[in-house]
């Protein structure tokens, strides 16, 4: 129903920069939060980013604020993630999700569709 599709993930040196980008497709829908969430080999799944439909309001985790910035374009129906001043405890497998509610949320059980990952590797 709803198709979500990532892409910009790759492997950098720590100190670079990516950005991941997901677009939404499939149906249209409004008021929808959209987020990013990692999980680390061995870790479990955790947040990293929302925003709100607007791009009026946003939350970091700790560990990523100050050095990623989430954006949406809602014309483009895409969520994008800009990873900066990279550290090897970001390598993970970055997940898209929404939250049709419209819901600004760090817990993963709001979220109603996911992207199938993409991996994010950075080296020392």
């Known amino acids: 129903q709803v198709q979500l599709v990532e892409s910009g993930g790759g492997s950098v040196q720590a100190g670079g920069s990516l950005r991941l980008s997901c677009a939404a497709s499939g149906r249209t829908f409004s008021s929808y939060a959209m987020g990013w969430f990692r999980q680390a080999p061995g870790k479990e799944r955790e947040f990293v980013a929302v925003?709100?439909?607007?791009?009026?309001?946003?939350l970091y985790a700790d560990s990523v604020k100050g050095r990623f910035t989430i954006s949406r374009d809602n014309a483009k129906n895409t969520v994008y993630l800009q990873m900066g001043r990279l550290k090897p405890e970001d390598t993970a497998v970055y997940y898209c999700?929404?939250?049709?509610?419209?819901?600004?949320?760090?817990?993963?059980?709001?979220?109603?569709?996911w992207g199938q990952g993409t991996q994010v590797t950075v080296s020392s």
């Open positions: 925003i709100s439909w607007s791009g009026g309001m946003t």
């Open positions: 999700a929404v939250d049709s509610s419209g819901r600004v949320d760090y817990d993963e059980i709001w979220y109603d569709y």
